[in-house]
């Protein structure tokens, strides 16, 4: 049919449609889509490359024909009448349908754009980002992206050749969030969005609230479909505030997704496969937990993703969202909880990225003096800026809530805290007090744990602090930051100092493994051998150990009794419990073959001991972040490097701990004991079973009523060279 015969629309302004045609106009919703009423109702659509332009009605039939104003695709016209039309687009390849993009109204409302303003909007995906929509009755996707000093900012994509004069947005100046519905636009679509900045430079941005992302070196989003995962992990969640708790057993398996193990050199796995081999491996080593090094999406992959571009969307590198989702929920199944490493310290400078995002300093710093990381190489986020503490708050409970995560590690804690953080004087700014506390900082963290407590209560949030800030895991009303833990970077690097010393000199550095007693209970502590002290030229655990090779294994076993029975959390990076020799290398998988060598695989089989040991005796972990828990024995025999300590538990039989850090053989070692009976020898780690000489106290050793150390009874001990020994009370 025909189109009826309308007046042609008057033009507009040359400056204006020049304007539209190179993709610079700022209001495109002024001009395109229908404008007026009745029979002066115009139509404009920017269609570069169509042949012919119709408007048609529900039923297809046409209402009006659209005419080209001058050449580059600009049409228009008049429809005569009110009412919903559609687009009829006659391409050189054949003939488009389309809802016009330029006839919806406003798509967020005034609530979402206050709370966004505010930095309080804490479900962010929900409302920015691209989200497949269904609108007065078209399917599509809506967009929308906060660029507040934009001059224009356009969707572009696959589905229209990256043509950044095709989908211009509007902008919701209340907010400086810009926003477009696109008809017909299906999830896996592939799409960017193209900012003029303030400063006239047109840049292409992946979207920072994106879901899902291409695999690196690609940098576009990926419009996700919605995450329909069919959870079925009820039990888990219901009982993980107790799993989780402070008197709980807590042992943390570190590992980097992507080297953990591959069936070939240029393997990349994904979640599924690596659930099929990790979840039984960590159920049978008796881990509690997996912490997974950084997952958002990063481009480089040698940051093993510590400089992250995507913090809603899981890198691609692993499989789509859902897999993923998978993984965490085979994890809750097996009895295993997903800790993630979590960045809102700093990002990279990638041009696709969040730097200088609409032609200014947005999400981070303007003076490079606050908003450069000279060591990283990165750019410090803005945190006292609403939207950006608002965008990364919004992203940490994304994990938590789109994907069931128990605990975020938050990353390089010191370097938020301190506004002179790695900088010489004059290099920094200082706070509004002319201090070097960065106040900013210290407010963003405060509220990032409240809000965790208190909409995910029992989810874990540990910091990676390196200093001795006061309070890290003190309640945010009593005046600390709020965390559940702190990573105790004192207590490793003391006692890795202490071990990679020749064992003839150790009489002389006693305290470096009895000093962290002295602080052990200003923060509940995780004690971390992690990723960081294997790589860069620290050697590896083993590397470290000195001696020949039977003493570098000793030493290492003694080293793992000792941080298993000291009071604190556990966490081990892949590849410590096979007493691996090299560094980690994050372009290969840990060392699997080493443990069809005896020494490798006793280190393993020690390591799964402990923690079943550790899980099972409650003197070993009820008390872990209490003063009561622990009590010296034997502190101060430097020349014969020994230490002896009580651990202790509610209702529970103590636990006695002796550590031998030298190559002797020691017998009759006398050791005063709060109770008489017999201490059953529940770990050696020079048992032959795991590659030691096998000396020991054949399973156990009764008191005798000989007083020492302040007590009635005690035992005689043999101790085994380099290693620790954990008696448990019977009965």
């Known amino acids: 049919m025909t189109a009826p015969f309308r007046p042609h629309a008057p033009p507009i302004d040359e400056a204006e449609r020049a304007s539209l045609l190179n993709g610079t106009h700022g209001d495109p919703f002024a001009v395109l889509g229908a404008h007026g009423n009745g029979a002066t109702r115009v139509l404009r659509a920017l269609q570069p490359g169509a042949e012919s332009v119709q408007a048609i009605d529900g039923r297809g039939e046409a209402i009006a024909e659209l005419s080209p104003e001058g050449e580059g695709g600009l049409f228009s016209g008049t429809l005569g009448q009110d009412g919903p039309y559609r687009l009829r687009i006659r391409w050189p390849g054949g003939t488009q349908d389309i809802a016009d993009s330029y006839g919806f109204g406003p798509l967020l409302s005034d609530f979402d754009l206050y709370l966004l303003a505010e930095g309080k909007h804490l479900g962010l995906y929900d409302v920015l980002g691209a989200l497949p929509k269904t609108i007065d009755g078209f399917e599509g996707v809506r967009f929308a992206v906060w660029a507040p000093n934009a001059r224009s900012v356009s969707v572009i994509g696959d589905f229209n050749g990256w043509d950044g004069r095709r989908n211009p947005m509007r902008l919701r100046r209340e907010a400086g969030v810009w926003e477009l519905f696109v008809p017909g636009l299906m999830p896996g679509a592939r799409y960017k969005f193209q900012v003029r900045g303030v400063d006239g430079v047109v840049r292409e941005k992946a979207d920072p609230v994106a879901l899902s992302a291409e695999q690196p070196p690609a940098t576009a989003s990926v419009v996700a479909d919605p995450l329909m995962f069919q959870w079925t992990d009820e039990a888990w969640m219901h009982g993980r505030a107790a799993r989780q708790s402070a008197n709980a057993p807590l042992s943390i398996y570190e590992l980097h997704a992507g080297s953990w193990w591959r069936e070939h050199a240029n393997d990349v796995p994904n979640w599924d496969r690596l659930g099929e081999r990790l979840i039984p491996y960590v159920v049978g080593m008796g881990f509690t937990h997996i912490e997974l090094l950084p997952i958002s999406e990063y481009?480089?992959?040698?940051?093993?993703?510590?400089?992250?571009?995507?913090?809603?969307?899981?890198?691609?590198?692993?499989?789509?969202?859902?897999?993923?989702?998978?993984?965490?929920?085979?994890?809750?199944?097996?009895?295993?909880?997903?800790?993630?490493?979590?960045?809102?310290?700093?990002?990279?400078?990638?041009?696709?990225?969040?730097?200088?995002?609409?032609?200014?300093?947005?999400?981070?710093?303007?003076?490079?003096?606050?908003?450069?990381?000279?060591?990283?190489?990165?750019?410090?986020?803005?945190?006292?800026?609403?939207?950006?503490?608002?965008?990364?708050?919004?992203?940490?409970?994304?994990?938590?809530?789109?994907?069931?995560?128990?605990?975020?590690?938050?990353?390089?804690?010191?370097?938020?805290?301190?506004?002179?953080?790695?900088?010489?004087?004059?290099?920094?700014?200082?706070?509004?007090?002319?201090?070097?506390?960065?106040?900013?900082?210290?407010?963003?963290?405060?509220?990032?744990?409240?809000?965790?407590?208190?909409?995910?209560?029992?989810?874990?949030?540990?910091?990676?602090?390196?200093?001795?800030?006061?309070?890290?895991?003190?309640?945010?009303?009593?005046?600390g930051l709020g965390f559940s833990f702190k990573w105790n970077m004192g207590w490793m690097h003391d006692t890795l100092q202490y071990m990679s010393r020749d064992s003839i000199h150790r009489r002389w550095h006693h305290n470096d493994m009895s000093f962290g007693m002295v602080y052990a209970y200003s923060e509940k502590f995780v004690l971390p051998l992690s990723h960081d002290e294997v790589v860069h030229g620290k050697r590896s655990l083993l590397g470290r150990m000195p001696g020949d090779d039977w003493q570098k294994f000793a030493n290492l076993r003694a080293y793992f009794g000792f941080m298993w029975a000291h009071p604190g959390k556990k966490l081990l990076f892949n590849g410590g419990e096979l007493g691996q020799p090299q560094e980690w290398n994050h372009d290969d998988q840990i060392a699997w073959h080493l443990l069809d060598n005896p020494f490798h695989l006793g280190v393993q089989k020690l390591v799964r001991d402990l923690n079943r040991t550790y899980a099972g005796v409650p003197a070993l972990h009820a008390k872990d972040t209490e003063p009561s828990g622990f009590r010296w024995v034997v502190g101060d025999d430097a020349g014969n490097s020994v230490f002896a300590w009580l651990r202790m538990a509610d209702g529970a039989p103590p636990a006695l701990v002796v550590c031998n850090f030298t190559p002797a053989l020691i017998h009759d070692y006398r050791i005063g004991v709060p109770h008489h009976g017999r201490w059953r020898e529940a770990i050696n780690s020079d048992a032959a079973q795991y590659g030691g000489s096998n000396a020991g106290n054949n399973g156990g050793v009764e008191t005798s009523p000989q007083p020492a150390h302040g007590y009635p009874d005690s035992v005689a001990l043999t101790l085994p060279p380099l290693s620790t020994v954990i008696f448990v009370l019977d009965g």
């Open 299 to 479: 481009p480089f992959g040698g940051s093993w993703g510590y400089q992250p571009l995507g913090q809603f969307a899981p890198t691609s590198r692993f499989g789509p969202p859902e897999a993923f989702a998978r993984f965490v929920d085979r994890c809750h199944e097996a009895g295993v909880g997903v800790v993630i490493d979590w960045v809102p310290a700093h990002f990279p400078t990638d041009a696709h990225g969040l730097a200088q995002f609409d032609g200014t300093a947005l999400y981070e710093h303007g003076d490079p003096l606050e908003g450069y990381h000279q060591d990283w190489n990165t750019l410090i986020y803005n945190l006292g800026r609403n939207e950006v503490s608002g965008f990364l708050i919004a992203s940490g409970l994304a994990w938590l809530e789109r994907f069931h995560i128990d605990g975020l590690r938050v990353d390089a804690v010191a370097s938020m805290l301190y506004r002179d953080y790695s900088r010489n004087a004059g290099e920094w700014v200082p706070n509004i007090y002319g201090g070097r506390e960065n106040l900013e900082a210290i407010a963003f963290l405060r509220r990032f744990n409240q809000v965790v407590a208190e909409k995910h209560p029992g989810v874990l949030t540990i910091a990676e602090e390196s200093t001795a800030w006061p309070g890290v895991t003190a309640p945010v009303e009593q005046g």
